[in-house]
């Protein structure tokens, strides 16, 4: 399981505690508002997160609850992260503290973006992501696993309940999913892993010759 707070390597999963953020259509406009673009590095893009829904509900945003801090699983439903391509709203729920999104559907290039930084989207139908957010806002300090192998997500069960855990079944497609497992989703890292072949390319370059390689 992910340990580090920022990845770099293999993703098979995570565990975490949950937060529900629900609602269709939630837009990166509404995950980080524009006027945090102006930003110069992410290092701030936190406190950025839905800014002005949190500023609008007065601390009662499921990002401001106490129960909800530190969680790292935040689960949305239909169309999550569509409107404009901004890489900033992954960023933002990164270093709020997200590590991974799980919902009905999201749109295209937040989910590129989003595997771009080692945060796996799975998807799961209507029922299932329901079931999902109902069990986490009933057990708000539960812990959850997150399964990329077997694109699976399972919990504690609810007080009172077997103590046999709840189980989901998500989906993750082939590609992403290999590149998660696999850390290929890390382009610096596969650039850096590659060192000597690059310092011999380097090398052969004649318009390199006056710079030094470190």
């Known amino acids: 399981m992910r340990t580090s ?56 945003h499921p990002f401001d609850r106490p129960e909800h801090q530190g969680a790292t699983i935040l689960v949305v439903n239909r169309n999550f992260g569509c409107g404009s391509s901004r890489e900033h709203a992954p960023q933002a729920l990164m270093r709020w503290g997200i590590r991974a999104v799980v919902g009905e559907s999201f749109a295209e290039i937040f ?43 399972s919990g504690q069960a609810p007080a009172g309940a077997p103590e046999s855990a709840q189980r989901w079944s998500l989906e993750l497609a082939a590609g992403p999913r290999q590149m998660l497992l696999s850390g290929q989703w890390n382009a610096t890292g596969q650039l850096l892993s590659h060192d000597e072949e690059l310092r011999r390319t380097a090398a052969r370059l004649p318009y390199l010759d006056s710079f030094a390689l470190a």
């Open 5 to 60: 707070p920022f990845p770099f390597g293999p993703i098979p999963g995570l565990e975490g505690r949950i937060v529900v953020v629900s609602g269709d259509d939630i837009d990166t406009d509404r995950i980080i508002p524009a006027r945090y673009l102006k930003c110069v590095t992410f290092e701030g893009l936190a406190e950025g997160a839905f800014a002005d829904d949190r500023l609008e509900l007065e601390g009662s």
């Open 111 to 153: 989910f590129g973006n989003c595997l771009a930084l080692g945060i796996p989207c799975l998807s799961g139908d209507h029922t299932t992501i329901l079931a999902l957010q109902q069990q986490a806002l009933a057990e708000p300090a539960a812990g959850f696993q997150l399964d990329l192998v077997t694109a699976e997500i």
